[in-house]
Every structure is written in structure tokens, then in C-alpha cells.
């Protein structure tokens, strides 16, 4: 986190603030992003919804991923608050959960294949939609991979902090993103 | 400015328990409203709110502003030695 | 020898990288039995740019920092540090700035190619599809140089000392911005080898989903140079929100900056667009997804995506001209910056703006008719802020003592060309008679007054007025006008001529055409041949300056901004003595006014992120 230049004149914006600033301007362009990919739903099918979508498994998705927001939350209330060991467990339920909801996706997939191929008009909303969601959420899970890895030794957060919250304000991020997804492919008619 | 663990966390069920009765909310709604636009414009509304609880109590958004908005208001004035000390 | 292992390293990596993605493609088309070559591509690609980045450095520098390990920044060092992955933004500006002139070369050639082909109506050069993929090439080749010389190279380098900062905020993450771009290179000059596009720059489908393999290298390139603007931009924004100097308040930024944040708000937002646009065209080669084929997909979604961000880029081109233009504008007539204020309004004005105007360019696509009224008229209003610039730029010229150097030179010429290219854009944004206009060498025309005689002639002005600065010499001020001399008249023989044939109805992206437009095309041809002539005194002009030329002081031209308050070329941190802004940065005129003072430094703690 340090650079080997001499101190700079500039003292009003410590690096946690900056390094916050940087992640939510990445986190508008990502936001771009998402936007685009949820309008081109409206061009390709409009709004209608075939029967066969898993409306279930859609649900339960939801609801895991919620979930894995609040472990994440907690893993950084325990990071500020100096509890280690409470932050490696809850970092931990969030990696499973994160990986739950992949095997989840898989599973749509297997599903979506037989009604709606990615050669259909919904099946490329689909297969986009959840396809490039799903990329997100495995790097989130890769990125709390590696902050579980640096503190897995040590009892004290020390210049891990921002490590711990970057990584879990991306997973909120991911799970924002899927806010907008759910009803998009799963409940407009 | 630092609140309890206990109170964080009780945030924390706050929010996730609105997150999840709007869901299930969401849901019903689905399957009972059968107007596309007024479906279109609840989930929308919907989605917004819970966008917003998770950007402002799981991602702190507001901490953010915080932090910045007083070099940002203070750039603004033109007085080199009022602007630069406050810390 | 061993100031090249970075490079070899990384591309060592980079094939190693395409080994194992292609591995790992070629297992899963096995398995599910489509067909391997573009997938292999892809995913080829994508680890063996991971692989380039980390062998040129980044795993030093950064990497090892994931797993909590230690770093080895080493910002310093002798030339052997423009090759390797460097945290400095002066070195990173520089990087920019050499790569994207091989690049501005090469695309030159391309167009010397083309307009040798069109010197007469028939067919010598080249076939049809090679005509189209060199067009295509040199396009896309040099919208790169047009969004990233002033952007990447000449803000990288001047802006942190505008702001009297040390360094931009996330050092590292600028020199990944650099060192995605040679990939982006490489894959656009690999791309003809692999059966090339026919496609232009633009890329609509369906035709760009049905081009050989060199399409899919061309939409890679795109998408990885997305990346770098993306990046960029967000590291500006922070940078000026967080770096400034004590008392470098929002009203005393100099003007360029300001310009600067204003296109990086555009490519932090809008460059998502044409990615996701390039995603859902590889997405249809690769998956056989239907976005702009039948059943359901719509040829139109992708002209809106694209052009979503193709207009809003570009103002990513030409805002930080004028930002560049008018800083030199001021410095060289010794006035303040007229209606300063009202300028930064315009600017902000034109990024609203340019969000709401993509559809100017699908007047005869066929999109719904009620359209055509609502865009006409947003874009229209466009020329108020770009006559609020234009004013300014007059204002600050008006009565006054002109030091007339070739920045200055340049300068002017952007004043003089970007009215003719906003003036016929207003022909193209006008329905009536962009039906007869489109798709014609109007548009041809309007774009090269635009991008060539507003960006291209600012980046000259740029070159020209920060070369003592980055490099610490001077340049040639004889050899510099006559390069100005010869490029804005050759410039606008060429391109006004250009007009002719577009009124009278001759296509864009032809190699034959019918021979009434013979004669007009022939003048063109010589023109421009002449113009691409022009660019040997400058060649010559800045090497052997850099080489042999006499040492430039450290404020060559008596300018007010904070980057000319230091050594040339700066020290690593900037300034061996802090700034502090008390005033004005065009405090011309008026004695009062002083916009720095230095001094030790009050406090230190480092600020910088990452
Ligand atoms: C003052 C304002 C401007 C107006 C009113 C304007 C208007 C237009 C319109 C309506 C078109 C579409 C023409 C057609 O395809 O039929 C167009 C094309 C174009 N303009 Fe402008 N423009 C303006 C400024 C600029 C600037 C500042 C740039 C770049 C720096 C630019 C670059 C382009 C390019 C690259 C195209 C052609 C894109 C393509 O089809 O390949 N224009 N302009
Ligand atoms: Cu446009």
C-alpha cells in the first residue's frame, strides 16, 4: 500500500479514503456495464417471461446471495472491531455461500439448456445476464480468497484493513448488481 | 463515530431482514400483478429501495462522503490558509 | 541486454499464458463439441495477457502484494525503465506518448495506402477486402491515438505537476493502464495475417459477427483498450479530487485539468458500452447468441450501444484539446484565460450532453422516426458549450501581444479547424440533410476537421509546448513552423477538397467509385501525400532535438502553471520544494497575483492508494 516516495505535501485524504474513492469510481463504471447488459434484455425479448424459468431456484439464488452479503457485512464489522478470528469465519461462510450460488448458476444452466439454448432470444439474455453476473462473483470469491489468505496466520487485522473492506464492498457490489437481475430475467411479464 | 459491534450487527439483521420480506415481496407481486407496466415499475421501485439499503448500510456509502466533502467544500473557498489545516 | 528481460519475460509469459488458456478452451470444446478455434482464441488471449503484465513487472511490483508479500516498486533508474512496468507517471506519459506516435505512423502509412488506391476511380492497390480491412485498421488505429496521446500520454505527464502533486493516486493501477495497450497493438497488427475486417471501425453486425478470425482479434483489441480508458479515467478523477496541493481550490485548477476531469468522467461511464457492444458480438460468434440476428435480436441494439459510446468518446477526444488549446492560448498572449468560469460550465455541459446525442448517427439506420426530431435538437445544442470554448479561445486572443511559437501555431489551428468540423457536423445532425449526407466523405470530411484538426493539431500544439519540459531540451523553432506551415495548409487542401466528392454523393469505405469523382479524388490523393510528407521535419525535428538539442530552461515560455515551477525534466517526486497555490493560475497582467509559493513542507503524511 506504501510508495517509496518522500512524503507528500498533501495531507487532507489519508489512503483509506483515496483507495475508498478509487473502488466506488470502478464500482460506477461496472455499474455502466450492468446497465447495458440489463437494456439489451428489452431489445432482444422485450419484457415477457417463458414459463419454464426456474422460478424456485431463481428465489432461493436470491435469498443465498442476500445472505452472503450480510456474512461479508459481518466480516467487516469484526475486521474494524479487531476480531480476527471472527472475520476469517465470516469471510469463510461468505467464500461457501459465493460458491454455493455458482454451483446454483451451474445448475440453472444444466436446466436452461434443454427449454432456452443460448441460441434462443432468451436464452441470450440469460446466458449473458447470468453468465457475466456469475464471472463477477467468482472473482469476488477469489478476492476474499486472497484476504482470507494474508490474514489466515495472524491475530491482528494491522494494514489488512482496507483488504478486508475493498473485497467485501465488491461482494455488496455483486450482490447489487443481482438486485436488478432477479427481476429482470426471473419476474417481468 | 465508532459504534458497539453489537449495535453494527443489529444493523446488519435489520437490514437483511427488510432485504428478504421485500423479496418474497417482489415475488408475490410477480405473480399477482398482471399489468407489464405496472409490474415493470413496481419491481423497479423495489429494486431501487434494496439497491439503496445495501449501498448505504452494507457499503457505507455515506462514509465515503463524508470524508471527502470537507476538503471538497474547503476547496472551494480561495483562502490558501483556511483551506489546508483542518484535518 | 538486460534492460530488455522485461520485455522478453513478458512475452515469454504471454505465450505461456496462451498455452495454458488454449488448453484449457480446447478441453471444454472437446467435451461439449463446438468448434475450437475462436474459443481458443479468447481464452488464449485473456491468459496470455495476464501473462505479458505480469512478466513486464507487475508481478514484482504488485502481485506479490496479494499474497501479502512484499514489493519492489523501483520508481527510478536510467532509460531501461521506459521498458519495463514503472510506477512513475512521467515515465508512464512517456511510454504513452512514444508508443501511440509509432502507432500515429503506422495508421499514417495505412491512410498513404488508401488514398494511393482511390487516386483514380479502378481498382490497383488492393481488392476490395484488403481496401476494407486497411481502412478499418487505420480507423480503429487512429481512434486509439485520438483517445489516449493526450489522455494517457501528455495528462499523465503534466497533470499531477498541474495539481503540485507527486505522483497520480494509484500509480500502479496507471502503469496497467499503459502496459494493456501493447497487447492491443500486437492483436490489431496481427489481425490482416488472420484474414482481417472489413467492418470499419464501427463494427456493425452483422457483417462484424461473420468476418474471418481478424475480426475477433480487432473486437479483443477494443475491448482491452477499453480497459486502459476505463482505468485511466478513474484514476484522473481521483487523482484531481485527492492530490491537489494546499489552496489548489476547484477555481484556481488550470484549465487543461479541468478538461481532463471532464473526459475522464466520460470514459470512466460510457466506455462500458461499447464493451459490453464488442461482448455481445463475440458472445454471437462464439455461443451462437442471438442479439442482432433472428429470431427476437435486433441489428439496431448494437448501432445504439455502440454509438452510446462513440459519441460521448468523442468528446474523450476533444475536450482535452481544447482544454490544451486554451492553456496554451492564454500562456502565449499573456492574458488571463477569458470567461474561465463560464468555460468550466461549458464543459460540464457538453459530458451531459454528449450522453444524449448517440442517435445523430442513426438517422438512416431505420430506428423509429420519432427520433429523428428529439436527437436533431439535443445535438444542435451541443454547439452552444463548444461556442462558449470558441469564444473563450477569442476573447483570451483579443488585443493582445501574441508570442507567436509553434504551440501557439498549433493552437490557432485548432481554433481555425474545429469551426469548420463543428460547423458541417451541424449539416449531419440536421435530418434533412444528413438522409442525403450519410455514409457519404462528408462525414469523411467532418470527422477528420474534427478529430485531425481539433485533437491531432492539439496534440501537436501539446507536443510542442511540454517538449522542454518531458524531455528537458529544446526544440527546433524553425523546423517547427515549417512543419505547421505545411501540415495546416496541406491538412486543409485534403480535407476540404473532401467535402466535394461527399456533397455530390461518393460513399465512405469504397475502393472503386464512379469516375466523375475522378478529379477531385486526384487532388485529394496528391494533397494528402503531401500532408503525410509533412510530418518528416517533425520526425526529424524531435529526435534530434531530444538527442543534441540546446538544454531548456526550466520555464521556457514564462508560464504561470506549477509545471513549469520546476526542473526540466522534474525530479522524481515532482518538486524538490512544495507548492503552495495562493492565486489565479492566469494571473497574467496583474501583479497581485501570484499562483504558487514554495516552501518545506508543513506536514507529511503520505497520502496515496492503491
Ligand atoms: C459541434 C459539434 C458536432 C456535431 C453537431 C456533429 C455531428 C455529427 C453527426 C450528426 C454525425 C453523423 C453523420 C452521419 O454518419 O451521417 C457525425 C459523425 C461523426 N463525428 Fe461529429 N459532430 C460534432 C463534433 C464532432 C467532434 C468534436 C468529433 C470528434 C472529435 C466528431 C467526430 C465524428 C465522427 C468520428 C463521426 C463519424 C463516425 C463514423 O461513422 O465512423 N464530431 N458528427
Ligand atoms: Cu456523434
Known amino acids: ?189 | 463515530m465508532h459504534k458497539s459491534i453489537q449495535e453494527t450487527l443489529k444493523t446488519g439483521w435489520i437490514v437483511i431482514g427488510i432485504l428478504a420480506v421485500m423479496t418474497v415481496a417482489e415475488f408475490i407481486v410477480a405473480i399477482a400483478v398482471d399489468d407489464k407496466a405496472i409490474l415493470f415499475a413496481l419491481l423497479l421501485i423495489a429494486g431501487l429501495a434494496k439497491a439503496w439499503l445495501i449501498i448505504q448500510y452494507f457499503m457505507h456509502f455515506g462514509q465515503l462522503w463524508e470524508h471527502i466533502s470537507d476538503a471538497w467544500f474547503g476547496m472551494l473557498s480561495d483562502d490558501p490558509e483556511a483551506d489546508g489545516e483542518e484535518d | 541486454m538486460a534492460a530488455f528481460m522485461p520485455l522478453v519475460r513478458g512475452a515469454i509469459y504471454a505465450a505461456i499464458g496462451f498455452v495454458i488458456g488454449a488448453g484449457i478452451s480446447l478441453g471444454i470444446t472437446n467435451m461439449t463439441g463446438e468448434d475450437a478455434q475462436e474459443p481458443l482464441i479468447v481464452l488464449g488471449y485473456v491468459f496470455a495477457v495476464i501473462g505479458w503484465l505480469m512478466g513486464v513487472g507487475m508481478w514484482k511490483a504488485w502481485g506479490r502484494n496479494w499474497f501479502g508479500k512484499s514489493t519492489d516498486l523501483n520508481p527510478s533508474g536510467g532509460w531501461e525503465r521506459y521498458l519495463r512496468f514503472n510506477i512513475d507517471h512521467k515515465v508512464i506519459g512517456i511510454q504513452y506518448i512514444t508508443s501511440l506516435v509509432v502507432v500515429f505512423l503506422l495508421a499514417g502509412i495505412l491512410a498513404m495506402l488508401m488514398r494511393a488506391e482511390l487516386a483514380d476511380s479502378g481498382q490497383n492497390v488492393f481488392t476490395k477486402t484488403t481496401y476494407n480491412t486497411t481502412m478499418s485498421l487505420h480507423g480503429i488505429m487512429m481512434v486509439a491515438v485520438a483517445v489516449a496521446t493526450v489522455m494517457g500520454g501528455f495528462s499523465n505527464f503534466v497533470l499531477p505537476l498541474m495539481i503540485g502533486a507527486e505522483d497520480v493516486a494509484f500509480p500502479r493501477i496507471n502503469a496497467l493502464s499503459f502496459w494493456v495497450i501493447p497487447p492491443v497493438v500486437v492483436l490489431l497488427l496481427l489481425s490482416p495475417l488472420f484474414g482481417g475486417f472489413d467492418t470499419g471501425w464501427t463494427a456493425y453486425p452483422p457483417l462484424s459477427t461473420q468476418t474471418p478470425v481478424g475480426g475477433l482479434l480487432f473486437e479483443l483489441a477494443f475491448l482491452t483498450f477499453g480497459i486502459s480508458s476505463i482505468l485511466g479515467g478513474m484514476n484522473f478523477i481521483a487523482t484531481i479530487i485527492t492530490q491537489r496541493a494546499p489552496g489548489m481550490t476547484w477555481g484556481r485548477l488550470p484549465i487543461f485539468v479541468w478538461s481532463v476531469l471532464a473526459a475522464s468522467i466520460i470514459s470512466l461511464t460510457a466506455t462500458q458500452w461499447v464493451a459490453y457492444g464488442l461482448l455481445m458480438i463475440i458472445f454471437e460468434r462464439i455461443f451462437n447468441m442471438v442479439f442482432f440476428s433472428p429470431p427476437g435480436g435486433n441489428a439496431l441494439l448494437y448501432q445504439h450501444v455502440f454509438w452510446f459510446y462513440s459519441h460521448p468518446a468523442v468528446y474523450i477526444m476533444i475536450l482535452p484539446a481544447f482544454g490544451a488549446e486554451l492553456e496554451i492560448i492564454s500562456h502565449f498572449s499573456r492574458k488571463p484565460l477569458f470567461a474561465y468560469r463560464w468555460v468550466v460550465r461549458a464543459f460540464a455541459l457538453i459530458v451531459a450532453l454528449s450522453f444524449v446525442v448517440w442517435a445523430h448517427h442513426l438517422f438512416t439506420s431505420g430506428m423509429g422516426e420519432s427520433l429523428h426530431g428529439p436527437f436533431m435538437i439535443l445535438t444542435e445544442l451541443i454547439s452552444i458549450p463548444t461556442g462558449i470554448v470558441f469564444l473563450s479561445a477569442l476573447g483570451t486572443l483579443w488585443r493582445s501581444k501574441l508570442r507567436l511559437k509553434v504551440p501557439l501555431l498549433f493552437a490557432l489551428g485548432v481554433v481555425f479547424n474545429f469551426t469548420i468540423g463543428g460547423l458541417t457536423g451541424i449539416f449531419l445532425a440536421d435530418v434533412a440533410t444528413d438522409i442525403a449526407l450519410q455514409d457519404t466523405y462528408f462525414v469523411v470530411a467532418h470527422f477528420h476537421y474534427t478529430i485531425m484538426g481539433g485533437e491531432i493539431f492539439a496534440i501537436f500544439a501539446a507536443g510542442y509546448y511540454w517538449f522542454p519540459k518531458i524531455t528537458g531540451r529544446m526544440y527546433n523553432e524553425t523546423l517547427g513552423r515549417i512543419h505547421f506551415g505545411l501540415m495546416f495548409i496541406l491538412y486543409n487542401i485534403t480535407f476540404l477538397a473532401m467535402f466535394i466528392p461527399g456533397t455530390v454523393g461518393m460513399n465512405r469505405r469504397v475502393a472503386e467509385y464512379p469516375p466523375e469523382f475522378e478529379s477531385m479524388n486526384l487532388i485529394v490523393s496528391i494533397a494528402a501525400f503531401g500532408l503525410g510528407l509533412s510530418f518528416l521535419p517533425w520526425i526529424y525535428n524531435m529526435l534530434n532535438s531530444w538527442i543534441r538539442g540546446k538544454k531548456a530552461p526550466d520555464n521556457p515560455w514564462d508560464a504561470t502553471t506549477l509545471e513549469w515551477q520546476t526542473t526540466s525534466p522534474p525530479p522524481l517526486e515532482n518538486f524538490d520544494e512544495f507548492p503552495v497555490v495562493t492565486g489565479d493560475p492566469y494571473g497574467y497582467g496583474d501583479e497581485t497575483v501570484t499562483h504558487a509559493r514554495f516552501g518545506k513542507p508543513a506536514h507529511s503524511a503520505p497520502a496515496e492508494g492503491d
Open chain 1, 1 to 189: 500500500m506504501t510508495h517509496e516516495h518522500a512524503p507528500r505535501v498533501n495531507h487532507r485524504f489519508d489512503p483509506l479514503t483515496i483507495n475508498r474513492l478509487g473502488l466506488w469510481l470502478f464500482l460506477v463504471s461496472d455499474a455502466s456495464f450492468f446497465i447495458a447488459l440489463l437494456s439489451s434484455r428489452f431489445f432482444v425479448v422485450g419484457t415477457s417471461t417463458p414459463e419454464e424459468v426456474a422460478q424456485v431456484l431463481g428465489l432461493s439464488l436470491t435469498i443465498l446471495l442476500l445472505l452472503s452479503s450480510l456474512t461479508a457485512y459481518r466480516a467487516e464489522a469484526a475486521a474494524e472491531h479487531g476480531d480476527v478470528h471472527g472475520a476469517k469465519r465470516m469471510l469463510l461462510a461468505t467464500m461457501a455461500m459465493g460458491i454455493i450460488f455458482v454451483f446454483g448458476v451451474g445448475f440453472e444452466w444444466h436446466e436452461a439448456f434443454k427449454h432456452f439454448p443460448p441460441s434462443t432470444a432468451f436464452g441470450t439474455v440469460l446466458f449473458t445476464l447470468t453468465g457475466v453476473h456469475v464471472t463477477h462473483v467468482l472473482t469476488g470469491v477469489l478476492t476474499l480468497g486472497f484476504v482470507y489468505f494474508r490474514v489466515r496466520n495472524t491475530d491482528s487485522i494491522g494494514d489488512n484493513q482496507w483488504a478486508v473492506e475493498g473485497a467485501v464492498k465488491w461482494w455488496h457490489f455483486v450482490d447489487v448488481a443481482w438486485v436488478f437481475i432477479y427481476p429482470t430475467l426471473y419476474l417481468l411479464k
